[in-house]
């Protein structure tokens, strides 16, 4: 893709979601994760692995780990099909195949139109949705499959440890505004900062919210006192990390405020696209000590 069309694809607060089906129940899954579709086939499996690990195959030179996506979602063994497929994400610095009945196509939406999950699907940090949409009349929940591998996987997920290296740390008062719209997520990132001596912390729950509490603070002529930072995930609903960062770094009076992107789809295209938007780090989820190390270098 050549540079004018990534530039024309960055911050237009657009996803495309791939349908695909499990149980004749629809299900999304951002492209950005996507590597590639196979037919489902033949593997290997492994000892006291977990139960929702089909077992592990080597197509071409990358050995796979097989999430059997059905009986994690149902939780019991589900009929497998001939024709069934084997989605290939990459996502967390992570390559992982997920076993589905089918693949219906893609779709072009904004964040602004997927609702976040009520309380009768999850708001909790254990929901696997990140997301309803509705498309051609039917509901699509978006999964959340960083907190799927994660479940399955817990050394995958944030590693805490890398906060205590940091060794003792002096508290301070520097507000930091976040955009991260899973539960669990905001809690572990938060909590990590805390522990790094970053006490003052506004939590926001969607790119729009971490907006519209800047221009707020903008109006009150409140910016410096409450706004040092952002750090910001990338997929969210309402608005995303790219239109977040594009709105604030295009404001003469906010482009000076450090944006650091902190997303599972830190790669090598999205690095380009946020660099372009003006994000000032990006960062890879799983990183969460180097996150704190950017953090000191633009504020302390």
């Given at each position: 893709?050549?540079?004018?069309e ?6 237009t ?21 996507v ?38 979602l ?10 069934d497929?084997?989605?290939i ?19 072009r ?10 309380n ?6 254990d929901?696997?949705s990140?997301?309803?949409i ?7 929940i978006?999964l959340?499959?960083?907190?799927i591998?994660t479940?399955?996987?817990?050394e ?13 740390r002096?508290?301070?008062d ?5 955009a ?20 003052n ?5 969607n790119?729009?919210?971490?907006y ?11 910016l410096?006192?409450?706004v ?7 997929e969210?609903?309402?608005?995303d990390?790219?239109r ?20 599972s ?11 372009m ?5 990006q ?18």
């Amino acid at each position: 893709m050549a540079e004018t069309e990534i530039l024309l694809e960055s911050g237009t607060n657009e996803i495309e979601v791939m349908q695909f089906t499990i149980n004749d129940e629809l299900y999304g899954i951002n492209v950005a994760k996507v590597k590639e579709i196979m037919m489902s086939d033949k593997v290997k499996p492994v000892p006291h692995a977990h139960e929702a690990v089909e077992g592990i195959f080597k197509p071409r030179e990358i050995l796979l780990t097989v999430v059997d996506l059905p009986k994690y979602l149902m939780g019991h063994e589900c009929e497998k099909h001939p024709k069934d497929l084997f989605i290939i994400t990459n996502f967390n610095k992570l390559d992982i195949a997920f076993h589905v009945d089918s693949v219906l196509g893609i779709h072009r939406v904004s964040w602004n139109n997927i609702i976040k999950p009520g309380n009768t699907v999850s708001t909790s940090e254990d929901g696997v949705s990140t997301g309803i949409i509705k498309i051609d009349g039917r509901l699509i929940i978006i999964l959340d499959f960083e907190k799927i591998v994660t479940d399955i996987s817990p050394e995958t997920g944030l590693k805490m440890e890398e906060i205590e290296v940091l060794g003792e740390r002096e508290r301070n008062d520097i507000p930091i505004v976040m955009a991260e719209d899973s539960a669990l997520l905001n809690k572990l990132i938060s909590d990590s900062l805390t522990k790094a001596g970053y006490m003052n912390l506004t939590k926001m729950q969607n790119g729009q919210d971490a907006y519209d509490y800047i221009q707020h603070c903008k109006e009150q002529g409140t910016l410096k006192q409450n706004v040092a930072c952002v750090i910001t995930d990338i997929e969210m609903p309402l608005m995303d990390g790219h239109r977040l960062t594009k709105l604030i770094k295009e404001d003469p009076d906010t482009r000076e405020i450090p944006v650091i992107i902190f997303s599972s789809l830190v790669n090598e295209e999205m690095k380009l696209k946020g660099q372009m938007l003006g994000a000032d780090a990006q960062l890879s989820k799983p990183e969460i000590g180097e996150l704190v190390r950017e953090v000191d270098k633009l504020v302390l």
